[in-house]
C-alpha cells in the first residue's frame, strides 16, 4: 500500500472470471507513513476511510476486470459500512470483493477486509461504471492492472 | 397484491425521503420528486432486485442525450412503471 497516493491494492490472489466474479487481493499496510503521524499520534491505526477505499478499490478492480479494463468504475455509495477492528501499521490484509448485482451503468459488490482470517471491516458498496472520458486516465488504470497483472495485454 | 406503481412509489419514498402521498403516477421522478441521480441509483437497484429484472437506464439516458426519445417517456411513473411491466419475467407476472 502506498497510503499517499491511494494505491492501495498489492497483489492480486484470485482474479475474477466471467463464472466466479469475486476478486481477492492482498495489501500490506506500510510500518510508516504520514497518515500515521496524524492519526494518531502515539495510537497508530488506519484511517477507517482508507479501509474503505481499499474495499472500493477491489470492487474497481474486480468490475474493470470483468468489463475488459473498457469503462471506468467510480466509486458512488457504501452502505452498512464496519470497521470492526483496529488495523496497525505492517498488517497484511486480505482484501474481497463479490458482485452482488450488475445493473445498467453501476453495479453492487460486497467487500470484505480480513487479518488472519477475522474480518477487521465489511461495506456494501455501489460502483458506477462509466465511458473513460480521459486517455490518461485509462492510460493509468491499465498501467496499474498491469502492476496487479490483472492486464496481460496491451491495451483494448 | 401491491400494483407495480404501489411498489416503485414505495421504493421511491423509502429510498428518497419522499412522503408517499406526493408520488402520484405522473409524477417525473427527477423534475417533480427531485431525485438527484445517485439515489436514482439506490432506487434503480430496488426495482432491478424486486421485479428481476435490468432497467436499461444507460440506454434511455443516451436515447434522451441522443434526442431519440423524450425524458418522460421513462422517467414519468406511470411510463416508468409500464417498462418495468414489459422487462419483468413472465414467471414474475
Known amino acids: 500500500m502506498r497510503l499517499e497516493y491511494f494505491q492501495m491494492l ?3 490472489v484470485e482474479a475474477a472470471t466471467a463464472d466466479r466474479r ?9 510500518e510508516h507513513s504520514p497518515v500515521f503521524e496524524g492519526h494518531f499520534p502515539g495510537h497508530p491505526i488506519m484511517p477507517g476511510v482508507l479501509m474503505l477505499e481499499t474495499m472500493a ?7 474493470l476486470t470483468l468489463n475488459g479494463f473498457s469503462r471506468m ?12 477492528s483496529f488495523v496497525l501499521p505492517g498488517s497484511t490484509l486480505e482484501v474481497k470483493a463479490e458482485v452482488i448485482h450488475e445493473g445498467s451503468g453501476y453495479a453492487v459488490t460486497q467487500a470484505t477486509l ?7 471491516a465489511d461495506a456494501r458498496l455501489t460502483m458506477r461504471s462509466v465511458p473513460f472520458t480521459s486517455p490518461a486516465l485509462q492510460a493509468h488504470v491499465l498501467n496499474e492492472g498491469r502492476r496487479l497483472s490483472l492486464v496481460t495485454t496491451e491495451a483494448r | 397484491m401491491a400494483s407495480t406503481f404501489e ?12 412522503p408517499l402521498e406526493r408520488i402520484t403516477p405522473d409524477s417525473h ?9 445517485l439515489s436514482f441509483l439506490d432506487i434503480t437497484f430496488e426495482i432491478d ?12 439516458l443516451a436515447a434522451v442525450n441522443e434526442g431519440k426519445a423524450n425524458g418522460a417517456d421513462y422517467f414519468v411513473l406511470r411510463n416508468l412503471c409500464t417498462q418495468i411491466d414489459g422487462l419483468r419475467a413472465p414467471a414474475t407476472v
Open chain 1, 10 to 12: 498489492d497483489e492480486i
Open chain 1, 22 to 30: 469475486t476478486l481477492v487481493a492482498r495489501a500490506f499496510v506500510p
Open chain 1, 57 to 63: 478499490q477491489a470492487s474497481g478492480y474486480l468490475l
Open chain 1, 73 to 84: 468504475i467510480f466509486f458512488a455509495s457504501a452502505k452498512e459500512a464496519n470497521f470492526r
Open chain 1, 114 to 120: 480480513s487479518q488472519n482470517g477475522k474480518r477487521v
Open chain 2, 7 to 18: 411498489t416503485v412509489a414505495g421504493i421511491i419514498s423509502s429510498a428518497s425521503d419522499i
Open chain 2, 29 to 37: 421522478v427527477m423534475k417533480d420528486l427531485e431525485v438527484d441521480s
Open chain 2, 49 to 60: 432486485q424486486k421485479f428481476g429484472i435490468q432497467l436499461p437506464v444507460e440506454e434511455w
